[in-house]
């Protein structure tokens, strides 16, 4: 796959160059391919994390894998923001590159939080807001409470049923996956024709 994505890659760039202007007029198949891509984070989390509570079987460990995946979230989200404060430390992007023919914004709020405000954050107040913001942090903590609820009915056959409905979500989900990495190739082709279209064989330099 990764060998096809990039050959496609290249395809769509000679073909932007070559085509020129026409090519932006189909870059809109990249995007739809993006926007599947942005529609199952949601999902995947969702399932992957209460798949992994209920699998689990014993309410007596929820303390500990919950505390395990929320810790994880934590440590791997402060490595991101580690890693994108350096990088764009040491390779200062946008230095070299011409705005000279783009808008400007003036960016304005306060970015202070507390720790009361962190916390309160995490717990969503409506579950639909928070799957269509695709609010992760709270996606997490929502998948641990269901999966809390689900090892909680009491009535043995239900439990076993809830956890089986879950386990057929999350392979559903998976493949679903499955279905939009197969066809990258072809999203990622469109959309390095359209750049290459738009914007000319200039744009390698920014791209180097």
Same mark, same amino acid.
């Given at each position: ?35 599947? /891509?942005? &529609?199952?984070? +949601?999902?995947? +989390?969702?399932?992957?994390? /209460? ?63 507390? +720790? ?31 999966g809390v609820a689900i090892l909680r009915i009491k009535d043995t056959e239900r439990r076993e049923k809830a956890i ?7 392979? &559903? ?5 499955? &279905? ?5 190739? /072809?999203?990622?082709?469109f959309l390095m024709a359209e750049t290459f279209g738009k914007y000319g064989i200039g744009v390698f330099a920014s &791209?180097?």
């Amino acid at each position: 796959m990764s060998t096809q994505i990039f050959v496609a890659m290249l395809a769509g760039d000679a073909m932007g160059i070559i085509v020129g202007k026409p090519m932006t007029q189909v870059g809109f198949i990249g995007d739809i391919w993006l926007n599947c /891509i942005k &529609m199952i984070v +949601v999902p995947m +989390v969702l399932a992957t994390i /209460i798949n992994g509570v209920v699998s689990q079987k014993d309410i007596k460990t929820l303390g500990r894998i919950s505390f395990r995946i929320f810790s994880y979230y934590i440590a791997t989200t402060l490595v991101a923001c580690a890693i994108g404060i350096a990088v764009t430390s040491f390779l200062k992007p946008g230095r070299m590159a011409n705005f000279s023919d783009m808008k400007s914004m003036d960016i304005s709020g306060d970015a202070s939080i507390t +720790v009361a405000d962190f916390f309160t954050g995490m717990f969503s107040s409506n579950m639909i807001k928070t799957f269509s913001e695709g609010n992760i942090l709270q996606t997490v903590i929502i998948a641990i409470l269901l999966g809390v609820a689900i090892l909680r009915i009491k009535d043995t056959e239900r439990r076993e049923k809830a956890i089986h409905a879950m386990q057929v979500f999350n392979d &559903m989900i998976f493949s679903l996956i499955n &279905m939009i990495m197969i066809v990258s190739p /072809i999203g990622v082709f469109f959309l390095m024709a359209e750049t290459f279209g738009k914007y000319g064989i200039g744009v390698f330099a920014s &791209m180097a």
